[in-house]
């Protein structure tokens, strides 16, 4: 533990244990540490100060490590009285997510000399984990460090970014370095002061991230979008580890909420998180201050920049945890804390608009967007006032969805007011007629107003219109946004269909673009669009939404959450012939799988059962057919409901009595069409009817675990 973490109270490791057992319906203390136990060195230490860029690693001293947890072997370390500490009396919160698991096992891929007894070793692709070494006869108390780092710099030379381990060797045969209590995000691994080449079989990495599962896959027939949505995926796993997402699991480790506003809906759509959202999203209401206020990050060890976008996180993150996975315990439980945030808000909003609140010992600078690329001036002050009332807009918007969701009506109401009032004035200060342009007409300060409803609809075509032109002739066709305006403009292309605009800006080899990231070597996305620093960034991860909802064509419902109705709607970019996507939801999998045959489309589609989507038909579509039956083209959407109280299967539950004996019988059977299944269910009925004379049925009818269980009783 180190003070400068999330309020320690004591530099060094604490221990505060119990056992207590029931006797007699009363709980009895079988023991608990005090003064009178004993400790030990561990043989591990930790080097680093828990900074940013400072986070060191472990010292592992393989002279005092123990053989094993054995007695015997315990009773050869050198154990003393216990140092009791008084710790204030402080408020705990429970982790309320899944541990941290290893999910992977790489080798090394190479080994480079670079100077005697100094070796490159390059694990193939960055990731976040643990390094384990085998370790060769060496002296008792030789000295091994290894440092780590995400990249090489375009010299090719190792780019130290204060991530190190040191080894003392025990001097004995069969030793090696694992990581226990630090963890580091790497490719490379500079090894000094080994006098030998360590063989790539000697060294793992052990990729360790939170044990969620992965919930969507896409496949298209565009290598490139592959490339990109795989580099978008696997970055989640490095970032999203013990209960919440970091900006970078390495130089900062800190979980902003730009960051995680930025990429939560891509990160939902991705993995099934709640656990680790309600873990997250519980730092943060640990966080608030006095009068509403909030960090730009939770947890919160120290002050961290960012924005209103930052601490809005707090508002957005329980809204989208609940559309996504229908869990409303994130809006019932911080709904009050939420509005305490707007209260925070009120205090400094001037003439109706938010304006520059001060920096705190836990907070400081005010941005609108963060890291856009070259010739972006996203720190113009009007631009940092648009996205910023834009995304006010936005959170009173998901105010009002969580009032009247909680059936509070009025509340609603007054959230709905004030917005509208909001987007008014957003309207009249920023939008500057003569250009046709909001703020600086960024493609971010042009796509906001559009999404949160600032723009009149009577000069809505003209800033689309704008928002297009001036990406061709400003930027080249580039995309031109930082980490709050790429989830933005994904969203923005998404419900404004725009998207060849979109696919043309995906497919740019230089920079600014993702291609650009994977010509360059990258295998995570970075922290800048040039590469500097981080090459395992949560910084322009939002755009991963685009390849479900758009190319997909899969969108959710918010009036009926956790995909309960959904939309099938695919934007095919001219240049993809086919496309296949799948998406678990609390019913079952979804799946959309669309070709290109000339100039028939073939879209197969899987509802699962106790959902209802509506499939759209495209705009240009002369006629077309559902399960081979020819469907009027008048109609522009099609009505898939499996909304019927059978889920994914039945058990049927026999039980016979013959001579004497009793017998049961379970039949698990699939659940595809109500016909089906009541013909099914008769079949079984008539054929132990011969056998048994009478029969009764029981249907026990299961909403919430997905299934009904038919008892069918015969005697």
Not at 233 to 239: A, D, G, I, S
Not at 364 to 386: E, F, H, I, K, R
Not at 401 to 415: C, D, I, S
Not at 668 to 680: L, R, W
Request: net charge neutral; with cysteine; hydrophobic share 35%.
């Amino acid at each position: 533990y180190k003070t400068t973490t999330f309020g320690a109270a004591y530099e060094g490791p604490l221990v505060k244990a119990e056992l207590d057992v029931l006797r007699n319906g009363k709980w009895e203390v079988v023991t608990k540490t005090d003064g009178l136990w004993y400790g030990c060195e561990s043989g591990y230490s930790d080097t680093g100060t828990w900074r940013a860029l400072q986070f060191g690693g472990e010292r592992v001293d393989g002279r005092i490590l123990p053989r094993d947890l054995s007695t015997q072997a315990l009773d050869k370390m050198e154990w003393i009285p216990v140092v009791k500490v008084n710790v204030p009396d402080h408020i705990t919160s429970p982790q309320m997510c899944e541990v941290n698991k290893i999910h992977q096992i790489l080798p090394a891929v190479s080994v480079k000399k670079l100077a005697e007894g100094l070796w490159l070793v390059d694990m193939g692709k960055v990731q976040t984990g643990w390094f384990e070494m085998q370790m060769p006869i060496l002296p008792a108390g030789h000295e091994v460090i290894m440092e780590y780092s995400d990249n090489l710099t375009k010299d090719g030379e190792f780019d130290k970014q204060g991530e190190s381990d040191i080894y003392i060797s025990g001097g004995k045969q069969g030793e090696y370095f694992r990581n226990k209590f630090n963890h580091h995000a790497f490719r490379y691994v500079r090894i000094s002061n080994l006098p030998q080449k360590p063989e790539t079989g000697a060294m793992k990495s052990l990729q360790i991230y939170g044990d969620y599962k992965q919930t969507a896959t896409f496949e298209c027939s565009d290598a490139d979008l592959n490339a990109i949505h795989q580099m978008i995926q696997y970055t989640m796993k490095c970032l999203t580890f013990s209960g919440y997402m970091v900006d970078c699991p390495h130089l900062e480790r800190a979980g902003y909420g730009g960051d995680g506003n930025s990429s939560t809906m891509s990160l939902q759509t991705m993995y099934d998180v709640a656990p680790t959202f309600e873990n997250w999203v519980q730092t943060w209401g640990d966080s608030m201050r006095e009068g509403g206020s909030l960090p730009h990050v939770g947890p919160n060890p120290g002050t961290g920049g960012g924005g209103p976008y930052w601490c809005g996180f707090f508002v957005q993150a329980p809204w989208r945890t609940y559309v996504n996975y229908n869990d409303p315990r994130l809006i019932e439980k911080y709904y009050s804390q939420m509005k305490e945030w707007f209260k925070y808000v009120d205090k400094y909003t001037v003439d109706g608009l938010l304006k520059r609140w001060p920096d705190t010992k836990y907070r400081d600078w005010y941005l609108g967007d963060w890291l856009a690329p070259m010739g972006v001036d996203a720190g113009n002050q009007a631009s940092v006032d648009l996205v910023s009332n834009c995304f006010i807009s936005e959170c009173l918007s998901t105010m009002y969805k969580t009032a009247l969701t909680l059936g509070n009506k009025e509340e609603a109401e007054e959230f709905a007011i004030r917005r509208e009032k909001l987007n008014k004035l957003i309207h009249q200060t920023f939008y500057r007629a003569d250009e046709g342009i909001y703020s600086t007409g960024s493609q971010l300060d042009m796509c906001y107003p559009m999404l949160v409803g600032v723009v009149p609809d009577s000069l809505y075509n003209k800033v689309k219109e704008n928002v297009v032109t001036m990406t061709e002739e400003k930027y080249k066709g580039h995309i031109a946004v930082g980490l709050v305006g790429v989830p933005i403009l994904t969203e923005w292309a998404v419900r404004n269909k725009q998207v060849d605009f979109f696919y043309q800006m995906m497919k740019k080899r230089d920079y600014p673009g993702y291609l650009y990231m994977i010509d360059h070597g990258a295998t995570a996305t970075w922290e800048y669009w040039s590469g500097e620093r981080s090459r395992v960034h949560n910084c322009y991860n939002g755009i991963g939404t685009w390849f479900y909802q758009a190319v997909g064509g899969i969108r959710l419902d918010e009036a009926k959450p956790g995909y309960r109705h959904f939309y099938v709607d695919p934007q095919i970019p001219n240049g993809v012939t086919w496309a296949k996507v799948t998406k678990e939801s609390p019913y079952g999998t979804i799946a959309v799988n669309w070709e290109l045959q000339g100039k028939q489309l073939n879209l197969q589609l899987i509802v699962p059962a106790g959902t209802t989507a509506t499939v759209c038909i495209p705009n240009n579509a002369v006629s077309y057919k559902m399960n081979e039956k020819k469907m009027s083209v008048k109609k522009q959407t099609v009505e898939v409901d499996t909304s019927l109280p059978f889920r994914k299967h039945i058990v049927i539950r026999i039980r016979l009595r013959f001579v004497g004996w009793l017998f049961l019988f379970d039949y698990s059977i699939p659940v595809v069409y109500y016909n089906q299944i009541k013909a099914t269910i008769s079949l079984y009925i008539v054929k132990r009817k011969y056998i048994c004379g009478w029969i009764l049925m029981v249907a026990l009818f299961s909403e919430r675990y997905g299934y009904i269980k038919v008892i069918v009783i015969t005697g």
